[in-house]
Structure formats: structure tokens, C-alpha cells
């Protein structure tokens, strides 16, 4: 899911934090840069007069345009609706861009057109964001541009695909990084494999898309900064700049696509973000190769949070955060809140209280979006297994505050 970022203050996995990860966002400091000034598009056509109806510049001025008008309409014309993956995200993006305005960011794209034939065009597609607590940032991918019906339109990143002996995960990525898309195919073949043994899982099929660098990851979601990405219904995102941290990104990002298929997507942000951070400390390779488990390291990492700070979010505090948090308290006291209950009870039942969300009804939203139903019903499955809220924090705050 999301990665904001890490738990606030630095904790343990600082580096990685894997999705929405964004070790930058969530350090909690006032913003220093003030934003630029934005440009609004009204300059842009002063500017560019000569942009004529039937040129590739009008084209990619009326997606400018959509972004800025919220038209998901207009923005999805311009999206190859046969790459479904691709245009499944790409609604995923402009409901994104929506979402973030009305939680007090500001957003805009800015894209420029390189042609290469009659059919074919590379688009720079930059894309602007800033919020009072978080860093602004200016995030650059590039996409493929096909001409389809006297049109230019989207159409992803051009990515090569490499698919696993299996067929049921794909890794996609940019020429010249195959070293990099075996390694990920490798260590996305084996987590899987663990996690589908360990924890019962049987997983859908799998698409993985790599990016450079955290810049791009970010413009395709649209995010501040993350690392990684998951989503029921997108492709999983890893930056792949830091070749040593793939691994821990995996076992992050597929830790939510577990959570996602074994609640229906139903989990709220600090079950999925918590649970993710446990996983993504527990596993490892041993000096073998092989995946292994150690449930001492999230706990060593659990103590490391209460020295840093003496605080921990009850599960009603937890479920009235998301993610502008500017502690990432979904990382840090999510974490807790899962160590805390595999510790104590054991990871069957933590899984048990997992099941027990698939009884509702999948959504078809991000999770920040459907926020609000999936805390009740993430409640409702605490409660179900664990007894009442109250006395789970009231027991999880002894527990750590001793
Ligand atoms: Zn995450």
C-alpha cells in the first residue's frame, strides 16, 4: 500500500521503509522551502500561443488541463485503454491527484513532447506536489506516447516484461536494467514462496514494475516521495536505485499484497503499514540464500521506537490518522501494535483476525480513499478476535510503557 513514510522519527528500518515510504515526508519537520510559485496554466498558454488542435503540444496540454480542472473524463481520453493495467492505474492516478488536493496539497503537472516517427513520441511527464508538512517535490517519469486515431495518447513507461517459470509473476522494466529485473524476480519468486508456505497465502497473479529512482515511483502514483507501491488491482512499484534494499522492499510491498488478498482489502492503514514494517524487519536471507524468519528483529526494533519515544497511539488514535501524518504513526505505532499482537497471542490468530475481514465486501479504492469503512471493519475483526478495542490498547500500552 501506501508508503508514506517511516515511522517518524528514524526508527529502525529507516533507509527502506517500503511503501509509501518516504523517509522525507514523515520526519515531522516543518517544511523549510516554500513552495514555488505555481505556473498557473493560463501563463502556459499565453506563452505558448502557437499550440494548434492536431499537434502532439495540444494534445499534451489538454491532460495539463485535465489535472488541473479534476476532469477524470478528459484525463482518461488520453490514457491507452488497451494496456489494462496501465489505464486501470492511470484512473488510480487522477482519483489520487483529486484525493490529495482535498486533503490541502497542491498538484500539477507539467509535460513536455519529444516526437521519434509518425507513431511514437517519449512524454516528460513532471509532476509538482506540496503539503505544510511535508518537503514540495518535483517528480519526473518518462512515458511512451502512441498516436491512435489522430490522437497522441499515454501509454506507460516502455518497459521489457520478464515472467517467472510459473506465469504468475511478472517483472517489468526499463532496458538496460536486466540485471536488475532478475534480481527482482528472484527475490520476489522466493518471498512469495515463503510467505505463501508460512502464512497460507494463495496469491493472484503478480506484476511488478521497477523504476530508477524514488522520483519516478512517486510521479506514477501521484506521492510526495515513496519508495515502493501497493495496491489490490495495480501493479506492485519499487524504486530499484538501491540494488541491496530490493529485498526489504519486496518483503514490504508484498507483505501488503498478502494482507490485501487475505482481507479483501479490507485491513486500514496501520494493520497493512504495521504488519508490513514486521515483515519487512523479520525476514531475511540466511548466509544460504534461503528466506528465513527471525521474530526477534522486529521486536529489538519495537524497543529501539519506545527509547526514541515513550508514546504509543491507542487503536481509536490509530484509526483517526492517515497518511499526512506527519509522525507516520501507521509505520511506527502500527508496528508496535502488531508486534505487540503476535508477541503476546501468537501469528495464527493474527492471521485469524486477517481472515476475518474477507467476510466484507472488496471495494474498488485505494485504501486512504475507503478509509473510514475499512477502520470500522478492522475494528470490528480486532474485536471479533481480541476482545474489546479499549482493553487490547489498554493491555498494549502496559505491555510497552512498563
Ligand atoms: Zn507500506
Redesign the pocket.
Known sequence: ???IGMWGILLVCVLL?????NSEQTKGEPKKEQTPPSEPNKNKQVEEPEVKKGTPEWDMLQIEQAVENNDEAVFMSYQNSENHLFFKEQKRWIEEAKFKKEQGYTLSVDISFMKENDTKGKVYFRVKMSHPNFESTNNLVIYQAIKVNEKWILNDVPFETLTSESGSITVYYKKGQEDTAQKTLKDATDIVAFYSKMFNWKPEPISIKVYSNINEVSATVPWVMLS?W?EIGESLKINSGVMSQIFKYLA??LT?KMVGDITNDNASIYI??GF?TYLQAAINRDGNGMVSFDPQKPIENAQKAMEISNTLKTIEELGQIDYTDPEGSMYRDGALLSTYLIETKGINIFFDMLKSLSAFEYIDKRIEHKLEMVNSRTVEAIEKVYGPDEQVSADLKNYYLK
Do not use: L, P, R, V
Not at 521503509?17 to 515510504?21: D, V
Open positions: 500500500m501506501k508508503g521503509t517500503g511503501c509509501n515510504s515502493g501497493n514490504h510491498e501488503h497493512q503499514e508490513a
